[in-house]
């Protein structure tokens, strides 16, 4: 016989059984022994193409399988076999609930579908946030507030004073300070008894899959295209649900992307619009209240998945228009061409998100369209040189919020752009600058494809100008 062992996390799939004996001449056999006995477990050790979880390790006595011959590793009598998935801090133990505990969790009590049970499994629980702003500050407070065990808080920024209007989590004496460590600290007075974990972090590719394995759902959010993509495909590889939302003006959209049972976010987008077609909240305002909605939706749908409650949002979309107080549901199928969650997947690793999504930084060198210059060198420009044109392509609300006006700047919009080319001269220098740095790249592109050999965009925008030249202009 051959005894496998199984992780903690792994015996509850498992009947409760710490090993297990079967009868198998290879690695391979011994795992399919196991998933037939107790089907459950089949998602946890292999992933739809019936390959090993990235995230799962297979030893046999001391030697990881990897090294030998994989799950063709032939077995000998009494050989034992090792199931190590990787776990970020610990599983935290199912432990009974103190007096404290269910006196603090007496209203999930008392209701049947969540119950004694129910609490223990948000006990035992634990969630990822990628993002701790708009999105991030709704549902951790709600999610720690109901007591799951454990929380982590991805996010490398600081507290901005323009983050007030909505991220409820920071209050106007935290400006300046950490994004992770100030939430985690709030959570922490919230309920004591959840354990907060900080990753200060941007995540990358190269992070990622390590990051998110420690958990068992992943909320997203985020406000950018490419940690889009990179949770998603992380969450497919690791075989993690990952709880989508998004925000922007008036219209919210909440869907659970878990490609064990369901289509993933690249079933749906199977790629991110060009930079710049679609705004981002900076450049396109949201309402203060709208991410709050969405936001508590996503914790709402991360603990029905915890605590297999029915009705949770796979393969569907909801669609929220704040002004109309509407929910329109779309269904969601399977791509069967989705290139990360298809049969035939050409993803099978992280990639290059910044370079999928386009937003690659523009390099300086010789084969460089746009020459590019930092707000260091545009003071310099300005204060030495008379004879530039300085044209600003943001929106006339932004322009009333901060500008350059004492340095001659002109407002042109981008979209305006291509019908006011007769107010720009050819033959003189033309400076682009936007918010950040991006519209005013493609309105520099634009020029340059249209008979202005001379432009020159502002890295950064106003926004570096603000931090790096003048504090005194407001940011936003
Ligand atoms: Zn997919």
Known sequence: MIVI??????????????????????????????????????????????????HVNVFLNEDDVRFRQGLETSLRKDDVVT??????????????????????????????????????????????????????????????????????????????????????????????????????????????????????????????????????????GTDNFPTRYLVNDACVLLGKPYVYGSILRFDGQLSVFDAQRGPCYRCLFREPPPPGLVPNCAEAGVLGVLPGIIGAGQALEAMKWILGLPGVLVGRLQLFDALTFRWREMTLRKHPQCPVCGPNPSITGLIDYDEFCGVKPIVQNDQAEVAEIDVEELKAKLDSEKDVQLIDVREPFEWEIANLGEYGAKLIPLNELPDRLNELDPGRDVLLHCRSGARSMRAAEFLKANGFPRVTNIAGGILAWADRVDPSKPKY
Do not use: C, M
């Open 83 to 220: 199931i190590v998935p990787s776990v970020a801090g610990g599983q935290p133990a199912a432990s009974e609930l103190s007096p404290e505990e269910k006196a603090r969790y007496s209203r999930h009590l008392s209701l049947p579908d969540v119950g004694l049970a129910g609490q223990k499994k948000l006990k035992s629980a634990s969630i990822a946030i990628v993002g701790a702003g708009g999105l991030g500050s709704p549902s951790s407070l709600y999610l720690a507030a109901a007591g799951v065990g454990r929380i982590g808080l991805i996010d490398f920024d600081n507290i901005d004073t323009s983050n007030l209007q909505r991220q409820i989590l920071y209050r106007s004496d935290q400006i300046g300070a950490s994004k992770a460590r100030t939430a985690a600290a709030e959570l922490k007075r919230l309920n004591p008894e959840v354990e907060l974990v900080v990753h200060e972090t941007r995540l990358t590719r190269g992070n990622a899959l390590d990051v998110l394995a420690g958990y068992d759902v992943i909320i997203d």
């Open 5 to 54: 062992r199984l992780p903690g996390a792994l015996r509850e799939y498992a009947g409760g059984n710490t090993e297990l004996e079967v009868n198998a001449q290879t690695v391979q056999e011994a795992l399919a022994s196991i998933v037939a006995a107790y089907p459950v477990l089949r998602r946890h050790i292999f992933d739809d193409r019936g390959a090993l979880r990235g």
